[in-house]
């Protein structure tokens, strides 16, 4: 039986008069992978902070294991992963630090030699050696800030992960390795996963069900298995890249 562990209920959001949301409805069942797409603007990343208490929906609910999710959202964020879209890694702060940040401030109080053995261990399993632990994120390269992101996300062992744009700014092979690994992570620790993406080749990888924004609605629901054969409108266009076509012009 599936247990819903994040609803969004009718949720609505403008920014200066501009609606960006329009009554959503999701549902995320604890141990799943949803992924959001869309075009850019679709509000993919408003959804997301709209969970994550970020942002105030205009109207709506957001309910977390079946209650509705209120300021403040400390005791909700403290049981969550995430990893950025920029890698949101502090420059001035070793990697090992970076990775243990949350650690670091946490109410257990983990002494800085705990932390950094943790730090090292993620670290390790995102494939990074205990070398670039005691590196500085502008000595790596995109894609091991990605990995050292991702070790961040996983050091607190949350039952939740959210990926903002995972893939993004990486190279084709690099993409599908941060996916693979993105999807090795999530099955192992059995977390629930919100991944907002628009790479569909990452969408194919790490999802179990995907939501598809288009016109400020949830134009599509659906597992990732039928996702893959949808044949239909701007679905199909978006999926396959390609461009939809509409009266007096490309509907881009």
């Not at 819903?4 to 403008?14: A, C, H, M």
């Not at 903002?164 to 059995?190: F, H, K, Q, W, Y």
């Amino acid at each position: 039986m599936t247990t819903p562990l994040i609803q969004l209920q009718d949720i609505t959001k403008s920014f200066n008069q501009t609606l960006v949301l329009d009554k959503i409805n999701m549902v995320v069942n604890e141990g799943e992978s949803l992924a959001i797409i869309g075009g850019s603007g679709a509000g993919k990343s408003v959804a997301l902070k709209i969970v994550l208490g970020l942002l105030k929906a205009d109207s709506g609910k957001v309910l977390i294991n079946g209650k509705i999710s209120k300021p403040p959202f400390d005791k909700f964020l403290s049981e969550i992963g995430m990893l950025f879209q920029g890698g949101a890694l502090f420059d001035s702060l070793p990697v090992w630090k970076n990775v243990a940040f949350k650690l670091l401030r946490d109410k257990k109080k983990y002494s800085m030699e705990e932390a950094k053995h943790i730090a090292v261990e993620k670290l390790a399993r995102v494939g990074l050696n205990n070398r670039v632990a005691e590196l500085y994120p502008a000595e790596l390269s995109g894609g091991m800030q990605k990995r050292v992101g991702l070790a961040r996300a996983i050091a607190a062992n949350p039952a939740i992960l959210f990926f903002d744009e995972p893939t993004t700014g990486l190279d084709p092979i690099r993409a599908a390795n941060i996916s693979s690994l993105i999807r090795e992570l999530v099955e192992e620790t059995s977390a629930t996963a919100i991944t907002v993406s628009h790479d569909m080749t990452c969408v194919k990888q790490i999802a179990d069900k995907v939501n598809f924004l288009n016109k400020c609605k949830i134009a599509w629901s659906g597992t990732v298995e039928d996702f893959e054969s949808v044949s239909d409108g701007v679905i199909y266009h978006f999926v396959n890249g390609l461009p939809s076509v509409i009266k007096g012009g490309l509907d881009i």
